[in-house]
């Protein structure tokens, strides 16, 4: 059963991952196929895509999945371990000390996505150990997102508002009973949407 999310922290991994014709071959597995299939898929001789294979099953990030019997030669069937690879900032280290930031800032927000990121990464990794090797437990998470309008001369009573409304819920759920979740926040600027997005998004209705 393949994963949804597979948290890289090892160099090898990353370097394994990391270069254009095995991301390619990695794509061809997100269903069951063998080395043949995705040859003929990416146009590439089959001894290279199986080297792009056995190293990807070396470091985790393929599995072979089935094997049957061809022309009287074994033939395996491999499929990719996620549907997501995520790569760990521990790969590359925190550059320099940890810098107090104002809250509005886009490092202050940088640091926090770090953390929530190696937070559900560490949580997917202890429910899918939980869980068996190749299966995942459901776990009480919350995600929503959604989109706002602030006008400029607005932003301070916005930000005072949201303020206001985390304290109450960290006033009405704090105390000692019950199960611990963190709650982050993340408010920044929508990206605008230029020409070939607007183009894309009617080629897509």
Request: net charge negative.
């Amino acid at each position: 059963m393949i994963r949804d999310l597979l948290y890289l922290e090892r160099v090898e991994q990353a370097e394994t991952l990391l270069k254009p014709q095995r991301i390619e071959v990695l794509r061809q597995l997100a269903e069951p196929r063998s080395c043949t299939e995705v040859a003929a898929r990416l146009d590439q001789t089959q001894q290279r895509v199986y080297y792009h294979v056995k190293r990807l099953v070396e470091h985790g990030l393929v599995t072979l999945v089935d094997e049957r019997r061809v022309r009287g030669i074994n033939e395996g069937v491999y499929q990719a371990t996620a549907r997501a690879y995520w790569l760990s900032p521990r790969l590359v280290g925190r550059i320099g000390q940890r810098q107090q930031r104002d809250e509005a800032s886009l490092g202050y927000l940088l640091d926090l996505m770090e953390e929530v990121q190696s937070d559900v990464a560490d949580l997917h990794t202890q429910a899918a150990h939980q869980a068996g090797q190749h299966s995942e437990a459901d776990l009480p998470s919350l995600g929503v997102s959604g989109e706002i309008r602030v006008r400029p001369d607005r932003r301070p009573e916005f930000m005072a508002d949201l303020k206001t409304a985390l304290q109450d819920l960290f006033t009405k759920y704090g105390g000692d009973e019950g199960d611990a979740f963190k709650l982050a926040v993340a408010c920044y600027p929508d990206r605008p949407h230029d020409e070939e997005d607007t183009i894309r998004q009617g080629e897509n209705r």
